[in-house]
């Protein structure tokens, strides 16, 4: 009698301690385009940040997802240099949980995620009718956008640029780090942790990350809780690749120490064979996971115009035709 009494106090302990998600509430009302923000449907307010050119109309219009602690200024100097360079219009939102949202460093859920992309595509939609719209999303928010372009209803983009899309899946992962993540997720949640001492470098650019680590908003502890809801996040996102059939640029960077090569050839492999003439892959050689805000990043910015101009063509910096095989190759 006594071990069942410990038996369930245990089972009640992690099931009191079992990572809480702060999901939408009710629908209220119609999301909605308010000001410098999205206004979901269930009244979340998630601020919006926009690069327009200075002088003519926008040729095309991308929606950008940032990654796992990060916020819609991680697309600033793309955005502008898009938008003055190439004439791109480009918008940027916080998602649930980061940045100026409420419940900082709290986790929706990938369902959440989706829909919140989907809601922005057709606001902007509705706003730029007659212009093509691209879907972005860098490491979580690539991840993001795979599991929104393969539900069965996709928002409705012209195409898709992933940038080091977040897909290291539980699969990938040796059984002591599932274990690991699994028993913290399930009894401490609510402690957080940090990456000093992992020794990773997110990019070359050491400048932007010395910013990024004295911006408030940039998120650095992390709750064990919301680190699951991520790893759910990528699971899903591996899993989507065999439905992601949209037409899309995957960027990748040969440095990259935050998403694996092998998940990143996993998904690649998975890929619908009768998609693969509209999915064009790209392989920076001496990128890091922030290809986007490296210091070669320009080149990277070029080509995502490029390809929106002519997703048929060479990308400029020819990226696109580096051999794969680096990401199978043993390290």
């Not at 000001?35 to 307010?45: F, V």
């Not at 480009?90 to 990938?110: I, K, M």
Request: glycine share 10%.
């Amino acid at each position: 009698m006594k071990k069942r009494g410990i038996g369930l106090f245990l089972v009640l302990f992690i099931a009191a301690c079992a990572p809480r998600l702060h999901a939408p509430g009710p629908k209220t009302g119609e999301a909605q385009l308010s000001g410098q923000a999205i206004i979901t449907a269930d009244g979340a307010r998630l601020p919006l940040r926009q690069w327009m050119p200075e002088t003519g109309t926008p040729r095309a219009v991308i929606l950008a997802l940032h990654g796992f602690n990060d916020y819609s200024n991680f697309f600033d100097d793309p955005g502008q240099f898009l938008a003055q360079r190439y004439r791109i219009a480009s918008y940027a939102y916080d998602q649930r949980g980061f940045g100026e949202t409420a419940n900082p460093g709290s986790w929706a859920g990938v369902a959440a995620y989706a829909d919140d992309t989907r809601e922005a595509v057709r606001l902007l939609k509705q706003k730029h009718p007659a212009l093509p719209v691209y879907l972005l999303g860098e490491s979580m928010g690539g991840a993001v956008a795979m599991v929104a372009m393969s539900s069965p209803s996709p928002p409705d983009v012209n195409g898709t640029i992933l940038s080091a899309p977040a897909v290291w899946g539980r699969v990938t992962m040796p059984w002591y780090q599932r274990f690991a993540l699994w028993l913290g997720a399930n009894t401490v949640p609510w402690m957080t942790l940090t990456g000093k001492g992992l020794n990773i470098k997110p990019s070359d650019n050491i400048e932007m990350l010395i910013e990024l680590g004295k911006d408030p908003l940039v998120i650095k502890e992390t709750r064990i809780g919301t680190i699951y809801g991520l790893v759910n996040l990528m699971d899903a996102g591996l899993k989507s690749a065999p439905g992601f059939t949209a037409p899309a640029l995957i960027l990748y960077g040969e440095l990259d120490e935050i998403v694996p090569k092998k998940p990143t050839a996993m998904m690649l492999e998975n890929l619908p064979v009768k998609s693969r003439d509209d999915q064009k892959t790209a392989l920076y050689q001496g990128g890091y996971h922030m290809l986007l805000r490296d210091i070669p990043a320009a080149t990277v910015w070029k080509d995502i115009a490029a390809w929106i101009k002519d997703p048929s063509k060479p990308l400029p910096s020819g990226a696109d035709r580096r051999n794969l095989s680096i990401l199978t190759a043993e390290d």
